[in-house]
């Protein structure tokens, strides 16, 4: 829930922990705001009671018990159980077999990581490569300082374990407090932007902290209300929401109020229902959480709303004048410029990616999936049992239960090594004898391992030897799991596009944005974002500059090819690695873009067998009946010298090639020389192309 809240069993009246009665909070915010809080509040309580309702689709249990159990079932968890004298030799240990399944593929899914392609098109729908080219670029810089590769293992475990994985893209602007000494030697103490938390954020969101408003709309798009709730530290919260929001006036200073002084670590703020006077009272979070805040972010998509409470405190916009604009005045964050009515503008989307390991329902209505761990819950478990049931019998057939006659009374401590016991006469001692099957309990072992082995994937897949097992049956194993794969490559795909959508989204509405330039009093110049990064292009390590100019907006044709023999001299003519692209940011972010992902490719890299499929096409290719017609350079370069080099391909070939070589024929205007090209984004009015391209000869 929102908080602890504890009323009184007959009045209702709310009571604080120690049973008095609680204190209405010094936050009374205007009446809209409160009804907006109690319109959340019941929003969010129909939210929290699906996560905890059961559902046939987990099992009969809740969402979160399913999350528990498949996360115990991960983590290989044992836990805390009491054990009288008389059991405690029997064993609790557990086997790791289902841990090394899931980590098994995730070691396999991580290595087939990718970026999404991008595809562009201009008003006249035709496709546009210098653009999609920008974009890309674009996009893995954005991902790449996001810190993708490590938050893309995180996502693919939590889609291995847990019954979704949701990954939110968020772009913050954070600023922190700095102390810098001025001309007279004392410290001051300034605002700055935080460089740590400002910008594009990834973030694998638990499952308990992402509220649907309906578990049977499986797009996230279509859901009436996304509720986000998240657990920050309150320097990280006054870093971001402090010295934003004001609502009325400081009876002592005489200026106006900040939100943000009414957040108090630990506590949170709600309503109780029904109240003739809508009033708002303090209450604790929770026991643990004394140094955090607790932020509370509630989206409607159909009302193009997002409004965030921090402790229970109104964080947004407010127009005293109007009060009932607070309806409309708090857009969405996350925004994506599309055509409504042949006009180009920025629609409200949720900023939340979500896949899974594999389908749950047939139908494709559940919003969540069948989890690999949920998959092999059963097999684990009788894995265990077999495995508990098999230490147990041999613990009993090594060390035997006796059943004496004749003796008043032997204890544990006759059993021990080189213990020396007087037995009277007559005693007789017969050492247990039933014989337990441990064979039978091995083979139940060695079942449901294979069975296992069947719903995840297979120990020779997984890279564990086997004896007994023939080239052939590896080479099969290998081929069965990509297949087994392939169902959740496509789930990869999914996620991957949504995240480059949503970082395309971020890129467009924010990177492509203009400031004043303050330098330039005089005029009312717009300063662009210049980003320059390192990529690669045949194998080759490239510098990419990418300047956003509103110079590219109004320019001539003759002007532009001017600007582009200047800019390929300014990169160094025809040798230089570097690639400098000069963009017109209204055209660049009225382009139609979309993003593909080959779901054969991922999981070819994954098995490794992307290299076998190039070395076999290179194969193919040098076939003496093919090469007469190709080009035997460009096919060597691409299949046998670009996976070798060392970020710089041309240092292994020969730029002296033998002569006669079948497919070395010069191609017209091609003497051997190298060609390179300088870039950049032409803005010269309706119908014109968005890019053009010049090359040069050496």
């Known amino acids: ?10 009045t209702g009246e709310p009571l604080d922990k120690n049973g008095g009665r609680l204190a ?34 987990f099992d009969g249990v809740s969402l979160l018990d399913r999350a528990r159990l498949d996360q115990e079932t991960f983590g290989a968890f044992v836990g805390l159980k009491f054990n009288n004298a008389t059991n405690n030799w029997r064993w609790r240990g557990r086997k790791n077999t289902t841990r090394n399944k899931i ?79 001025d001309e007279n030697g004392k410290w001051q ?57 004001f609502i009325g006036t400081d009876p002592v200073t005489g200026k106006p109020k900040d939100q943000f002084d009414f957040v108090t670590a630990g ?78 503008a920025s629609v409200p989307i949720y900023n939340f990616a979500k896949s899974g390991f594999e389908p749950l329902d047939p139908s494709g209505r559940f919003a969540y999936y069948k989890s690999a761990a949920a998959k092999g819950f059963w097999d684990d478990a009788a894995i265990n049992k077999m495995h508990q049931l098999a230490f147990d019998g041999t613990f009993l057939d090594v060390f035997k239960p006796m059943f004496l006659s004749g003796v008043a009374k032997v204890d544990q401590s006759v059993l021990t090594p080189g213990s020396t016991t007087a037995m009277p006469m007559g005693a007789a001692i017969t050492p247990y004898a039933l014989g337990p099957n441990l064979v039978a309990a091995m083979n139940m072992l060695q079942k449901e391992t294979q069975d296992l082995s069947e719903s995840t994937q297979d120990a020779v897949s997984n890279g564990q030897a086997q004896q007994n097992v023939t080239a052939t049956a590896v080479l099969k194993a290998q081929q069965q799991a990509q297949v087994d794969l392939g169902v959740f490559g496509i789930m990869i795909m999914s ?22 330039d303050a330098t330039i009093p005089e005029s009312l110049n717009m300063k662009y974002k210049k980003i320059i990064t390192r990529g690669q292009e045949k194998g080759k390590d490239v510098t990419n500059k990418i300047e956003f100019s509103t110079e590219m907006m109004d320019i001539t044709p003759e002007k532009a090819d001017e600007l582009e023999w200047k800019m390929f001299k300014d990169a160094g003519g025809v040798h230089t690695t570097q690639r400098n692209y000069l963009v017109d940011p209204y055209k660049f972010a009225r382009q139609k873009f979309s993003l593909f992902i080959d779901p054969d490719v991922i999981i070819s890299r994954s098995m490794g067998t992307d290299q076998l499929r190039k070395s076999r096409a290179f194969q193919m290719l040098m076939n003496p009946l093919i090469m007469p017609y190709i080009n035997v350079p460009t096919v060597i370069k691409k299949f046998a010298v670009e996976d070798f080099s060392d970020g710089d391909p041309d240092e292994l070939m020969n730029p002296n090639p033998p002569q006669g070589v079948p497919g070395q024929t010069p191609q017209p205007g091609q003497d051997g020389q190298q060609n390179t090209m300088a870039n950049s984004i032409m803005g010269t009015g309706q119908g014109q192309p968005a890019m053009a391209q010049v090359g040069a000869q050496q």
Not at 166 to 181: D, G, N, T
Not at 283 to 311: C, K
Not at 495 to 505: A, K, P, S, T, Y
């Open 189 to 245: 103490i300034e605002e700055a932007v935080d460089e740590l938390l400002s910008g594009l954020n990834l973030n694998i969101v638990p499952i308990d902290q992402l509220l649907l408003a309906d578990f049977y709309t499986f797009n996230l798009q279509r859901q009436p209300y996304i509720i986000r709730v998240k657990r920050i530290s309150y320097d990280e919260a006054r870093s971001v929401y402090a010295g934003k929001y």
């Open 103 to 181: 980590i098994g593929i995730l070691a396999h899914v991580i290595s087939g990581m990718l970026f999404p392609f991008c595809y562009a098109y201009n008003d006249e729908d035709k496709e546009d490569k210098m653009t999609a080219q920008v974009m890309r670029i674009l996009i893995e810089d954005h991902l790449k300082k996001a810190e993708y590769e490590i938050k893309f293992l995180f996502a693919m475990c939590s889609a291995l374990v847990n019954p979704a994985v949701l990954v939110e893209v968020e772009y913050v602007e954070a600023l922190q407090r700095i102390k810098i000494k």
């Open 495 to 516: 996620l991957v596009i949504q995240i480059g959508e949503l970082v395309m989204d971020d890129i467009l509405m924010h990177t492509t944005v203009g400031e004043i």
């Open 267 to 344: 506590q949170t703020r709600v309503m109780i229902a029904g109240q003739e006077h809508q009033t708002l009272y303090d209450i604790e979070w929770t026991e643990g959480d004394r140094n955090y805040v607790q932020v509370l972010t509630i989206a409607y998509r159909p009302e193009d709303m997002e409004v965030d409470f921090v402790g229970g405190v109104y964080m947004g916009e407010y127009d005293e004048a109007d009060p009932k604009a607070i309806y409309n005045c708090n857009p969405f964050k996350h925004r994506r410029m599309s055509q409504v009515n042949g006009k180009w």
């Open 24 to 57: 209405v909070s010094a936050y009374q915010p205007p009446d809209e705001i409160k009804k907006l809080w109690a319109r959340v509040q019941q929003d969010y309580n129909i939210a929290w009671r699906l996560q905890h309702r059961p559902f046939n689709e």
């Open 1 to 10: 829930m929102i908080g602890n809240l504890i009323t009184d069993s007959e």
